[in-house]
């Protein structure tokens, strides 16, 4: 264990050349940079020297010299470099025995080598300073010498459900910016701090649960805690801020793909026998095992499920993120959704699809229309066996409504004109608000379809809501589709601040206020109207964002009529999660809902959203 010191002149140096390098996210706490300095001095530098007991090396900026661990592993793309531990550890569980090398072209040493590293110790930010992601310790502009080859590696630390902390993270400090990167860690209370003095280490896990599917990243996620908030088919629930899930980790491979496929697994497959490797940190999900030896997926067969037809007096209507689909996207894309269309969502009376681009895509040249997207995917459907849809939307203006740029997205209401009407009246364009007014004691939109106060800073880049007029059986029913600002430029949850950053809820928590007003203006021309609000809300069901919809009465999510482990459209770092909701008004009292899990669980993907389904008798 380090004693305490006070902070030298020497020290504060140490710290103001780390500061310099712009890489170093926080400064270390300064007892632990006396000691290290101390420790400098009086002998050869030892990896947990360099690690010490707080996020950030107090030895960051320095040079070291003989710094000797044997080497756990190596990587020969992308952050080039190797892993090595000291053998010999301290009696500091809060300090790392492993940290990386990086090298920055391919590697000569090999697993098992003895090796002696000299070279600058830095905090290097996966994804930037900017993006609130914990640093990684690490010796760059290394000189190695290799002592001795064919060495027994030092043994893998177990990470398993007994291991890990309950508690996830420290509150940060209020001094620091709500920063916890200059506390000491507490291995044995939270388990960030748990992921952090391993960092660097060599690790295994044994049999896990598959909680996030294969990406085309070649990376997915388990959990080493089975138990903890499952669903009913196989995923992690992600129903709290404050359920962040301890035992969730992130596995890639050290062998590159043209040598070793790496495995394709669906939520709830197992992860089985041992996988084993270096603990690592990257900016698409923190905490990685990056394996040395990867165990075998078991299948378990997850099937893509299939919601119950609409009965004969039942209005089926739904919401389906199609993932910025465009003509240039291949035909199989097109069948496919239209496939899910058609057999797993029993092709519903209104179909409400966000993300549908312009007639040339990503391509920025100006055109916003999207007929021949619509017309490829409605006769992609027909094809399918379903019906033959009609559409109504409002083209946005060029470069408006954010998504990719030249994309043009929009949402889009498609109805089966055999069961449902649309009430057209007075289209608005992009910029033309719609409103409410009072029609024989019923109320109805001055524009059909129209756009939700379009002006309003809240959709300032951002998709504006779209609301519609339909009858089914003689009864009218308003739909309003939304596809709400992204998270992008929140922080993750292994983001250094805790809580993490989300400023990205402020310009929701406003889109949300926005309709629920214009709800409110509908239900006070007629208290007992029929409103369906749905879409990408891109926010939780407990989110702010989703009480704000829901002020007043005005609104009910329905999802949370569901089960709790059937609450969720969307797998984001193994962590099942709504974003996708749709919402009721008063007067649909008996209804039933399905979240229809064809996507979200599966690394063969036709979009990353689930599509959700509400049925009910107007």
Do not use: C
């Given at each position: 264990m380090r004693s305490s010191h006070t902070r030298?002149?020497?020290?504060?140096?140490?710290?103001?050349?780390?500061?310099?390098?712009?890489?170093?996210?926080?400064?270390?706490?300064?007892?632990?940079?006396?000691?290290?300095?101390?420790?400098?001095?009086?002998?050869?530098?030892?990896?947990?020297?360099?690690?010490?007991?707080?996020?950030?090396?107090?030895?960051?900026?320095?040079?070291?010299?003989?710094?000797?661990?044997?080497?756990?592993?190596?990587?020969?793309?992308?952050?080039?470099?190797?892993?090595?531990?000291?053998?010999?550890?301290?009696?500091?569980?809060?300090?790392?025995?492993?940290?990386?090398?990086?090298?920055?072209?391919?590697?000569?040493?090999?697993?098992?080598?003895?090796?002696?590293?000299?070279?600058?110790?830095?905090?290097?930010?996966?994804?930037?300073?900017?993006?609130?992601?914990?640093?990684?310790?690490?010796?760059?502009?290394?000189?190695?010498?290799?002592?001795?080859?064919?060495?027994?590696?030092?043994?893998?630390?177990?990470?398993?459900?007994?291991?890990?902390?309950?508690?996830?993270?420290?509150?940060?400090?209020?001094?620091?910016?709500?920063?916890?990167?200059?506390?000491?860690?507490?291995?044995?209370?939270?388990?960030?701090?748990?992921?952090?003095?391993?960092?660097?280490?060599?690790?295994?896990?044994?049999?896990?649960?598959?909680?996030?599917?294969?990406?085309?990243?070649?990376?997915?996620?388990?959990?080493?805690?089975?138990?903890?908030?499952?669903?009913?088919?196989?995923?992690?629930?992600?129903?709290?801020?404050?359920?962040?899930?301890?035992?969730?980790?992130?596995?890639?491979?050290?062998?590159?793909?043209?040598?070793?496929?790496?495995?394709?697994?669906?939520?709830?497959?197992?992860?089985?026998?041992?996988?084993?490797?270096?603990?690592?940190?990257?900016?698409?999900?923190?905490?990685?095992?990056?394996?040395?030896?990867?165990?075998?997926?078991?299948?378990?067969?997850?099937?893509?499920?299939?919601?119950?037809?609409?009965?004969?007096?039942?209005?089926?209507?739904?919401?389906?993120?199609?993932?910025?689909?465009?003509?240039?996207?291949?035909?199989?894309?097109?069948?496919?959704?239209?496939?899910?269309?058609?057999?797993?969502?029993?092709?519903?009376?209104?179909?409400?699809?966000?993300?549908?681009?312009?007639?040339?895509?990503?391509?920025?040249?100006?055109i916003v229309s999207a007929d021949q997207t619509l017309t490829k995917f409605t006769e992609a459907v027909k094809a399918a066996g379903g019906p033959a849809y009609q559409w109504r939307t409002i083209d946005p203006e060029n470069n408006k409504d954010g998504g990719e740029p030249g994309g043009n997205i929009r949402q889009v209401f498609l109805f089966n004109p055999e069961r449902v009407s649309f009430t057209d009246r007075d289209a608005g364009n992009a910029t033309t608000p719609a409103g409410v007014l009072q029609d024989g004691g019923k109320a109805a939109l001055t524009h059909s379809p129209g756009r939700i106060d379009p002006a309003n800073a809240a959709w300032e880049a951002s998709r504006k809501p779209l609301a519609g007029e339909f009858v089914f059986r003689g009864r009218t029913v308003f739909v309003i589709a939304n596809h709400f600002g992204s998270k992008g430029g929140d922080e993750g949850l292994t983001s250094h601040h805790q809580p993490p950053a989300r400023p990205s809820e402020t310009k929701r928590l406003q889109q949300a206020q926005a309709v629920n007003g214009f709800v409110k203006e509908i239900l006070a021309a007629q208290k007992n109207a029929n409103v369906v609000v749905l879409g990408d809300i891109n926010d939780f069901d407990f989110s702010d964002t989703t009480k704000a919809l829901a002020d007043g009465g005005a609104l009910y999510p329905a999802i949370q009529s569901l089960p709790k482990s059937e609450r969720y459209s969307y797998v984001f770092q193994g962590n099942s999660q709504v974003l996708d909701q749709i919402l009721t008004s008063p007067a649909i009292k008996k209804f039933t809902y399905d979240s229809v899990h064809i996507n979200a669980e599966f690394a063969d993907q036709n979009s990353d959203h689930d599509p959700q389904v509400l049925r009910f008798r107007p």
């Amino acid at each position: 264990m380090r004693s305490s010191h006070t902070r030298s002149a020497a020290v504060a140096a140490v710290v103001a050349t780390a500061l310099a390098t712009g890489l170093l996210a926080g400064t270390a706490d300064a007892a632990d940079t006396a000691a290290a300095a101390d420790a400098a001095s009086a002998g050869p530098v030892r990896i947990h020297d360099i690690q010490g007991a707080t996020r950030i090396s107090p030895l960051a900026g320095k040079q070291v010299a003989d710094v000797e661990g044997i080497v756990t592993g190596v990587r020969t793309y992308g952050s080039r470099g190797f892993w090595m531990q000291d053998p010999d550890a301290d009696d500091n569980d809060a300090t790392s025995e492993g940290v990386f090398v990086f090298t920055s072209s391919v590697p000569t040493v090999a697993v098992g080598d003895a090796v002696k590293v000299s070279g600058l110790v830095g905090e290097y930010v996966p994804g930037g300073l900017n993006s609130g992601n914990q640093s990684v310790t690490q010796i760059s502009k290394p000189t190695v010498t290799v002592l001795s080859s064919g060495n027994q590696l030092p043994e893998a630390v177990l990470i398993n459900e007994y291991s890990v902390p309950s508690e996830y993270a420290p509150a940060g400090d209020p001094a620091a910016g709500g920063s916890i990167n200059g506390l000491t860690l507490e291995p044995g209370r939270y388990a960030l701090d748990y992921y952090e003095s391993l960092e660097g280490t060599n690790v295994r896990i044994g049999t896990s649960r598959v909680v996030g599917a294969t990406s085309p990243y070649a990376d997915l996620w388990v959990t080493v805690k089975g138990w903890e908030n499952p669903t009913r088919r196989g995923g992690t629930l992600y129903s709290s801020y404050e359920s962040q899930n301890t035992g969730r980790l992130m596995v890639q491979q050290l062998t590159p793909l043209a040598q070793q496929p790496f495995p394709v697994a669906n939520v709830g497959d197992r992860l089985t026998g041992t996988t084993e490797g270096p603990l690592d940190f990257n900016q698409f999900g923190g905490y990685t095992l990056t394996a040395r030896t990867l165990g075998t997926v078991a299948s378990k067969n997850l099937q893509a499920e299939k919601t119950k037809p609409q009965a004969e007096g039942e209005l089926a209507i739904a919401t389906y993120n199609v993932e910025n689909l465009d003509p240039s996207d291949p035909q199989e894309k097109f069948d496919a959704l239209a496939k899910a269309v058609v057999e797993n969502l029993a092709s519903p009376d209104i179909l409400a699809l966000e993300e549908i681009q312009d007639n040339t895509g990503a391509k920025n040249d100006g055109i916003v229309s999207a007929d021949q997207t619509l017309t490829k995917f409605t006769e992609a459907v027909k094809a399918a066996g379903g019906p033959a849809y009609q559409w109504r939307t409002i083209d946005p203006e060029n470069n408006k409504d954010g998504g990719e740029p030249g994309g043009n997205i929009r949402q889009v209401f498609l109805f089966n004109p055999e069961r449902v009407s649309f009430t057209d009246r007075d289209a608005g364009n992009a910029t033309t608000p719609a409103g409410v007014l009072q029609d024989g004691g019923k109320a109805a939109l001055t524009h059909s379809p129209g756009r939700i106060d379009p002006a309003n800073a809240a959709w300032e880049a951002s998709r504006k809501p779209l609301a519609g007029e339909f009858v089914f059986r003689g009864r009218t029913v308003f739909v309003i589709a939304n596809h709400f600002g992204s998270k992008g430029g929140d922080e993750g949850l292994t983001s250094h601040h805790q809580p993490p950053a989300r400023p990205s809820e402020t310009k929701r928590l406003q889109q949300a206020q926005a309709v629920n007003g214009f709800v409110k203006e509908i239900l006070a021309a007629q208290k007992n109207a029929n409103v369906v609000v749905l879409g990408d809300i891109n926010d939780f069901d407990f989110s702010d964002t989703t009480k704000a919809l829901a002020d007043g009465g005005a609104l009910y999510p329905a999802i949370q009529s569901l089960p709790k482990s059937e609450r969720y459209s969307y797998v984001f770092q193994g962590n099942s999660q709504v974003l996708d909701q749709i919402l009721t008004s008063p007067a649909i009292k008996k209804f039933t809902y399905d979240s229809v899990h064809i996507n979200a669980e599966f690394a063969d993907q036709n979009s990353d959203h689930d599509p959700q389904v509400l049925r009910f008798r107007p």
